[in-house]
């Protein structure tokens, strides 16, 4: 006889899938399919890592590239459909505002080898590792935000002050001025 699951604590997948493709479209961006069968992974194992039963209902299943949820894949790979919403429990739209916060700005690449580490050692500091690698394929993620994180944000920038771009290089700071037009002979 079969082992039955425990609950998961959204009972429909879509639910979760709309969630991430409306805070998307709430940032004014688009959510890629593969990006989004990233997120729903990602937040799946975090989940049942952190409170020992399933997120949601979502049956992943991997390729050679990543993992997806082949209904979920074929019904969002062209954008988000009319479908009703059930709102989800707070502790749940929580904890996905922490995936999102974390995951929701790395390319899709990143968030394949992140996948991809994870199926591979299948251990918990599989995500840390990926985050903290020096492999070229991964953007060093956790050390870009942990620099962006030690700026005092208090105080607003101000010509000639040092600060990192999106990738951590080292910028200063200057104000943009128009170019100046060609001056006209006389």
Known sequence: MPRLLPEPA?????DVALWFLDRARAADG????????DLLYLACYRYEREQGRPLTSAAFVANEVTVADPNLYRLLEDGRPKLRVEPLPSAIET??????????????GHLNVIVRRILETGSEGAVE?????DAPEAPLLGRRHAALAALDESRPDSPGSVRPTHRGRRVT??????PS???KPE
């Open 181 to 183: 037009a060609p001056k």
């Open 30 to 37: 688009h959510l890629p399919a593969q990006k989004l069968q």
């Open 173 to 178: 700071v200057a104000p943009w001025r128009p």
């Open 129 to 133: 590792d990926a985050m903290a690698s």
């Open 95 to 108: 904890f996905l505002v922490e995936v999102w916060t974390r995951y929701g700005h790395a390319t899709i």
């Open 10 to 14: 959204v009972p429909v997948a879509f």
